[in-house]
């Protein structure tokens, strides 16, 4: 039995930006935090690890597209709150992978919801929706009462999610809720996601690399914010007496050359001399204009964002030089571990695995080969 007094909370796709930095928020609310992904043995916990908490949360496996891996981990967790994070999470690969999206983002959903309906667990229950859902927002600011109009496998599967959800919350009675969050960014952003592509790349072109960056459309205009302020508003939505769905935005729309132009600006680069139009990156089927209004947050949750655009681009580009020195300091000390384990009479194949477990969490894909064991 767990304790009464502190609240557990399962995380599904911990690892993730938002996985990551709402972890670290309920860690500093003395919550138990219980975290999934697809294998927890092999997934990189590189986040977690940036943010300094990966030894204080609990990480299970889960495949949320499996009802009895749901059923499983819900039933081992008893969870007080979940948070559906989980789920492919690129615009862009949706329209490359359109059957794996909605499978990841809307399958998963509904298992969720339907093991807390099966299972009977009082949990209330938050789902990441998203602003892709509304579509152009054509110069208005979108809010609870905008219809939907999707233009992305990815969204397709977000609006499904949330009426799921919604459906889930009316016909069952569960505390059930999403919030449909407009962009928001980090220095956790992978570089797969257009902003985290602007910043490494200027980064890079400040210490000399000479390339230039190709972009596709540099008009779509975007409503961005600070990544760990939404997660605040995730855990706000869940403290409320009734369930209810919320749109997290800043209210303000930038355009990608904003973004590019405050990210050059930062480093004291020119972008035009840096930066081109590549024709062929351009999306399919793109929203032009993307804007929402959280005034609703601000009256129910007493939720505002507090950062501009220049604040998130130059946190972005600051992160990312202390994550730098960060991995240095790490390395060094490991390195040291691991020269008296190398120099020791005889090591193990368990010593060896884990090891190399260790060195793939806390520097990714940068595994020690083989020969390293003998140059000791």
């Known amino acids: 039995m767990k304790s009464s007094k502190r609240k557990t909370a399962l995380i599904c796709g911990i690892s993730g930006q938002d996985g990551a930095y709402l972890a670290r ?34 990480l299970y496996s889960m495949a949320p597209n499996d009802f009895r891996s749901v059923l499983q981990v819900l039933s081992d967790v008893e969870p007080d709150e979940i948070y559906n994070l989980a789920g492919q999470t690129s615009v862009g690969l949706s329209f490359e992978q359109p059957i794996e999206t909605f499978d990841s983002i809307n399958t998963g959903t509904l298992n969720l919801l339907e093991g807390l309906r099966f299972l009977k667990l009082n949990a209330r229950f938050y789902n990441a929706g998203s602003s892709e859902c509304f579509g152009n927002t054509a110069g208005v600011s979108a809010n609870e009462t905008t219809a939907f109009k999707p233009k992305s496998p990815y969204a397709v599967a977000k609006a499904a999610a949330f009426w799921a959800v919604a459906s889930y919350r009316e016909a069952y009675g569960l505390f059930a809720c999403s919030g449909i969050l407009f962009n928001h960014e980090s220095a956790l952003r992978p570089e797969r996601f257009v902003t985290q592509k602007i910043i490494q790349a200027a980064k890079r072109i400040k210490n000399g690399s000479g390339e230039t960056l190709l972009l596709g459309n540099l008009e779509i205009h975007r409503d961005w914010g600070w990544a760990p302020e939404y997660v ?40 035009h001399e840096h930066v081109q139009v590549d024709l062929s990156l351009m999306r399919p089927s793109d929203i032009t204009q993307s804007c929402g209004n959280a005034d609703k947050a601000k009256a129910v949750l007493g939720w505002q964002s507090k950062s501009t655009l220049k604040d998130t681009v130059y946190t972005m580009i600051e992160g990312c030089v202390e994550d730098k020195i960060r991995d240095k300091e790490r390395k060094h000390a490991f390195d040291d571990e691991f020269i008296q384990l190398a120099r020791s009479v005889y090591i193990t194949n368990d010593q060896r695995s884990r090891i190399k477990r260790k060195i793939n969490d806390m520097f990714g894909s940068e595994l020690v080969e083989e020969k390293s064991y003998a140059e000791y």
Do not use: P
């Open 232 to 271: 605040d508003a995730m855990w706000r939505m869940l403290q409320q007496e009734n369930a209810d769905d919320f749109v997290i935005a800043t209210g303000k729309s930038h355009s990608l050359k904003e973004f590019v132009v405050e990210a050059f600006s930062c480093l004291d680069l020119d972008w």
């Open 25 to 58: 928020l309920l860690l500093s609310k003395d919550y138990k935090v219980v975290g999934t992904s697809r294998d927890s043995s092999t997934n990189s916990l590189n986040n977690l690890n940036r943010l300094g908490i990966v030894d204080d949360v609990v």
